[in-house]
């Protein structure tokens, strides 16, 4: 609810989002690497989407937002780790932003957008792709609408 400077109830505003990075669905199992006053504690939890900024997860124990995190990722040959910092944060799911990328997490993260893409570009084809063949193609389509 948000709530005006007299503290009255204001009606829902909307707002547009805008990222700076497309962002993939990947699951995948990560751990969380937290830096606590006791040391450091080891977490696990599980990918929700990815992009070359940052990645949601849901993790067993809510970090707080501003925490210094590690993320470990499991690859192929070896595991990632990298540098993040949290932006959101609750019980249901958090949000990464990484800090600079080291350039072996950097490629390992393009190699996955880029096989996500091609696994999303079959399951999910332009709408319109295949009636380019079909009457006209597409720009007769678009002038019946």
């Known amino acids: 609810m948000h709530l005006d400077p007299r503290g009255l109830s204001t009606p829902f505003c909307a707002y547009a989002v805008r990222r700076r990075e497309p962002r993939y669905v990947y699951s995948a199992a990560v751990t969380l690497q937290r830096f606590l ?6 977490t696990r939890g ?7 900024r940052g990645i949601s997860a849901v993790v067993c124990g809510a970090p707080c937002v501003g925490e210094t995190v590690v993320i470990g990722l499991p690859t192929r040959d070896i595991p990632v780790e990298m ?4 932006r959101h944060s609750s019980d249901a799911k958090s949000g990464f932003e990484f800090y600079p990328l080291s350039p072996i997490a950097r490629c ?38």
Do not use: N
């Not at 006053?37 to 080891?42: D, I, Q």
């Not at 599980?46 to 070359?52: N, T, W």
């Not at 880029?114 to 380019?132: I, V």
């Open 37 to 42: 006053r006791f040391g450091p504690s080891l």
């Open 83 to 86: 540098l993040a910092s949290v």
């Open 46 to 52: 599980m990918s929700l989407d990815i992009s070359l």
């Open 108 to 145: 390992q993260i393009e190699d996955w957008i880029r096989e996500m893409r091609k696994h999303e570009e079959k399951l999910f084809p332009f709408p319109y792709g295949y009636l380019s063949g079909i009457g006209g193609g597409e720009s007769t389509l678009l002038k019946r609408m």
